[in-house]
């Protein structure tokens, strides 16, 4: 028999002493649960702004996107905050605004947007290690592979959880490299009592749908230099001052005033949901942290990690099935989940022309990349689904020597 939950999805009444949903149990949550999803305002939030866009037909280049500026640019207390199409484009004019030569260190462990700019840019990605316990870019690693070609350093704040930036910039600073944050998960983060945004040279966020700050598509760059900032300007409008006399090769970065509106509608929320995220993962980890084979993401000391994500390591040995077949059970409970980041950049089909620079691989990054699982998560996902998807890994951890000998 099943009872209804508070999350609207049917679970067993005793779930614990189910089999998995592989072994003709019944399954966690029928129909399954989302794997992510934005949390957005009530559309009666947003029809005034809607109208204001419709009536004066400034669809574009408008009153929202600066109005949206100057309150990002309040609120992570950075000088200069752009308004732009994505996080990838962002990536790639603030590279062009460095006018960036050679090669750039960049994190294997990241998502492919990461090194991808560095290609579209013209010039060629090293993949460096991470760091065992934070996933974040290794400052180790990333010193042993500067030449006199590097240019420099990009680092990501790995599911929210932000690199060692002291040390990293230490090492820019006694190369003489420029220093870049991908901090597309970053909309939450706080680092040593502060939002990111202002380290390094820039950095940029995402306000992709699956991010806390979500408009859809969109992103937002910072930077403390007024000379990016006009540079950015500029380049996000085909590289036109005003004149159609383009000084620059430039793209169409900007973001929609729809997407601004958007944004600063949810900017108003973005604390409140970074704080759930927090007690979400919280619940999650009081719930998992004893079953043998599973830990977590070592956030960085004085962080507040945005949770973008929630991910946890497998160890096949303790755990008693590898992370696929973690994956592939949950999936039949209807627990959705995603393989972050795997294949890891230094593997990938597209770089394949680099892969004669890693002969012994990336250590650490090999050995995360084929353990990691995300787990479902998004702000507003009701307190109960953690503690289900944990009562699943449970069970699923119970009976490993069933599935292991199962088709599976």
């Excluded at 995603?338 to 230094?346: I, V």
């Amino acid at each position: 028999m099943n009872t209804h939950c508070k999350c609207g999805h049917d679970k067993p009444e005793s779930l614990s002493a189910d089999k998995p949903a592989v072994l003709g149990g019944k399954a966690t949550f029928s129909p399954g649960i989302p794997f992510a999803q934005p949390t957005l305002p009530d559309y009666s939030q947003m029809e005034e702004g809607f109208k204001d866009i419709f009536s004066s037909g400034m669809v574009t280049k408008g009153k929202f996107l600066r109005q949206l500026e100057k309150e990002m640019a309040e609120y992570l207390q950075v000088p200069y905050a752009k308004g732009i199409v994505n996080c990838t484009t962002g990536l790639y004019m603030l590279i062009k605004a460095l006018d960036l030569k050679g090669e750039i260190i960049v994190p294997s462990f990241s998502f492919s947007a990461t090194f991808h700019v560095v290609e579209m840019a013209g010039l060629e990605p090293v993949f460096a290690d991470c760091e065992e316990g934070t996933w974040t870019l290794s400052p180790e690693s990333v010193e042993k592979n500067i030449t006199d070609r590097t240019s420099a350093i990009m680092a990501t704040c790995i599911f929210g959880n932000p690199p060692d930036i002291e040390k990293l910039q230490e090492i820019a600073d006694e190369y003489k490299l420029k220093f870049i944050i991908d901090s597309a998960h970053s909309f939450g983060t706080i680092y040593k009592g502060k939002p990111m945004g202002g380290h390094g040279d820039g950095e940029v966020f995402s306000t992709s749908a699956t991010k806390l700050l979500a408009t859809g598509e969109g992103g937002v760059l910072t930077t403390g230099s007024k000379e990016i900032a006009d540079f950015i300007e500029v380049f996000r409008e085909y590289g036109n001052p005003g004149d159609y006399d383009c000084i620059y090769p430039g793209v169409n970065g900007r973001m929609s005033e729809f997407h601004a509106l958007l944004g600063l509608k949810i900017l108003q929320d973005l604390e409140e949901f970074a704080q759930k995220r927090n007690r979400l993962v919280s619940l999650f980890k009081e719930n998992l942290q004893d079953i043998p084979g599973v830990s977590f993401q070592k956030i960085r000391e004085n962080t507040r990690s945005s949770y973008k994500d929630f991910v946890i390591l497998i160890d096949e040995n303790r755990f008693g099935l590898n992370r696929d077949q973690l994956a592939e059970t949950l999936q039949k409970e209807g627990i959705p989940t995603r393989k972050y980041f795997h294949p890891p950049g230094h593997t990938q089909k597209c770089y394949k022309k680099y892969i004669h620079r890693y002969p012994q691989g990336l250590k650490n990054t090999d050995y995360i990349a084929a353990r990691t699982l995300v787990l479902p998560l998004f702000s507003h996902m009701k307190e109960e689904i953690p503690v289900l998807i944990a009562e699943s890994i449970r069970r699923i951890h119970n009976h490993r020597e069933e599935i292991r000998n199962s088709t599976l």
